[in-house]
């Protein structure tokens, strides 16, 4: 069973610090990795996506891969209020046809 | 911006009724995909559908459940004989490609079964 693994939280960071986001995800071969953010009752929002080791960065946000590891991490800068939300990690594998699968996400509270 | 678009946004049915949930992909995209929410848990893939075949499906995704492209632009869940724990959010989503590239999700269906 292919798994990705999240720390549920929650994670309470004050406003303007840096929030640590982590996964560990089981697939050896999976290629494809995203961020989404979840707010109470919403969809799925993509933040990030990345696909080769190393770090990628996008504004506030920087997404870090490390294949060899079997681990992804979401960095948020300057954190603020209007980031606390449930942070889900997505992994791409093949069984036969590809498929997306989420972990259970983490919590974060940005405190004001 | 292009997004993708779900009715209803809320379905209430009786256990035994069979409902249908659907979705309006982004324009371009080819793959499309439904995912399932039970409240508190993880989001949890059902199929992806490609060239009006399944090409994915998860071990959720039994006999009760069936996909299909009745248009250009729609794209439909059937779930038959409903039971109370399929209450859930159905979310669907699209992408240009499916290995490597980005899924976007619709807004979602609350179906709550009675």
């Known amino acids: 069973q292919k798994e990705v693994e999240q720390n549920s939280g929650p994670l309470s960071v004050p406003e303007g610090a840096i929030a640590s986001l982590n996964c560990t995800y089981s697939?050896?071969?999976?290629?494809?990795f995203f961020w989404y953010r979840q707010y109470s009752g919403k969809s799925p929002e993509l933040i990030m996506s990345?696909?080769?080791?190393g770090d990628k960065e996008d504004g506030r946000f920087t997404a870090q891969l490390n294949k060899a590891s079997q681990y992804v991490s979401l960095l948020i800068r300057d954190s603020q209020p209007s980031d606390s939300a449930t942070y889900l990690c997505a992994v791409n594998t093949y069984t036969g046809g590809f498929k997306t699968i989420f972990g259970a996400g983490t919590r974060l509270f940005v405190k004001a | 911006e292009p997004e993708v678009t779900q009715t209803p946004s809320h379905q209430v049915t009786q256990m035994g009724q069979e409902v249908i949930l659907r979705c309006v992909p982004i324009?371009?995209?080819?793959?499309f995909y439904w995912y399932r929410q039970i409240l508190g848990q993880k989001v949890e893939f059902l199929v992806s559908?490609?060239?009006?075949?399944?090409?994915?499906k998860s071990e959720i995704f039994d006999d009760q459940f069936s996909v299909e492209r009745p248009d250009g632009s729609n794209f439909t869940l059937k779930i038959r004989s409903t039971k109370l724990e399929d209450s859930a959010m159905y979310f669907c989503?699209?992408?240009?490609?499916?290995?490597?590239?980005?899924?976007?999700f619709g807004p979602g269906t609350r179906l709550t079964v009675t």
């Open positions: 697939d050896r071969v999976s290629q494809s």
């Open positions: 324009s371009n995209h080819l793959y």
């Open positions: 989503a699209s992408s240009e490609r499916q290995d490597l590239y980005e899924q976007y």
């Open positions: 559908f490609y060239n009006n075949e399944i090409s994915e």
């Open positions: 990345i696909y080769s080791n």
